[in-house]
T-cell receptor
Framework: DAKTTQPTSMDCAEGRAANLPCNHS???????VYWYRQIHSQGPQYIIH???NNETNEMASLIITEDRKSSTLILPHATLRDTAVYYC???????????FGSGTRLLVRP | GAGVSQTPSNKVTEKGKYVELRCDPI?????LYWYRQSLGQGPEFLIY????????DSGLPNDRFFAVRPEGSVSTLKIQRTERGDSAVYLC?????????????FGPGTRLLVL
């Protein structure tokens, strides 16, 4: 599975959009981009995943560049409860493992 | 519906003791995974079950660690002769299948502290 690179930490103001970038320049054609987050003392929570098209659900939007070498997770109106570590994971066609990196620690400020 | 549940939520034991950690997956999920998370790090894969069989146990750190899933539902992670370095959060996840489109859903974890 391709390696991902994320900023160590970010912050944003409550009510504003949080845009979390992820670089996955070695991604191959059958690999999906997954996003999970982990709120303190809880298990990882699935957010969204995509292959090449942009995706949106009730939690977030996922924007994948045309060359698929990077993506951005967008939380449109961040709340204090969105403060968490966000993990970007690339997962291949036959791969069942999730390989977590260090993630981005997002702090939402009041 | 009910999510993945894990018991106990916290376990404190002494070095050298045996512990069992239990995972109840989402009903109907055939794939089950165990991960371990040390303080300040992301979760690391331990073992994956498809049905009753362990399809991949390559992440188990040594032979003190063993996991079973005898009826293809509940799984138990067993640690013998615990060491202080085993202290971590043990996470269980399940998914409907095992392909890369199958989302894994995690439980809250069991926090193990070995004194």
């Amino acid at each position: 599975d391709a390696k991902t690179t994320q900023p160590t930490s970010m912050d944003c103001a409550e009510g504003r959009a949080a845009n979390l970038p992820c670089n996955h320049s070695t991604i191959s054609g059958n690999e999906y981009v997954y996003w999970y987050r982990q709120i303190h003392s809880q298990g990882p929570q699935y957010i969204i995943h995509g292959l090449k098209n942009n995706e949106t659900n009730e939690m977030a939007s996922l924007i994948i560049t045309e060359d698929r070498k990077s993506s951005t997770l967008i939380l449109p109106h961040a709340t204090l409860r969105d403060t968490a570590v966000y993990y970007c994971i690339v997962r291949g066609g036959s791969s069942y493992k999730l390989i977590f990196g260090s993630g981005t620690r997002l702090l939402v400020r009041p | 519906g009910a999510g993945v549940s894990q018991t106990p939520s916290n376990k404190v034991t002494e070095k050298g003791k045996y512990v069992e950690l239990r995972c109840d997956p989402i009903s109907g999920h055939t794939a089950l995974y165990w991960y371990r998370q040390s303080l300040g790090q992301g979760p690391e894969f331990l073992i994956y079950f498809q049905g009753t069989g362990a399809a991949d146990d390559s992440g188990l750190p040594n032979d003190r660690f063993f996991a079973v899933r005898p009826e293809g539902s509940v799984s138990t992670l067993k640690i013998q002769r615990t060491e202080r370095g085993d202290s971590a959060v043990y996470l269980c996840a399940s998914s409907a299948g095992a392909g890369s489109q199958e989302t894994q859903y995690f439980g809250p974890g069991t926090r193990l502290l070995v004194l």
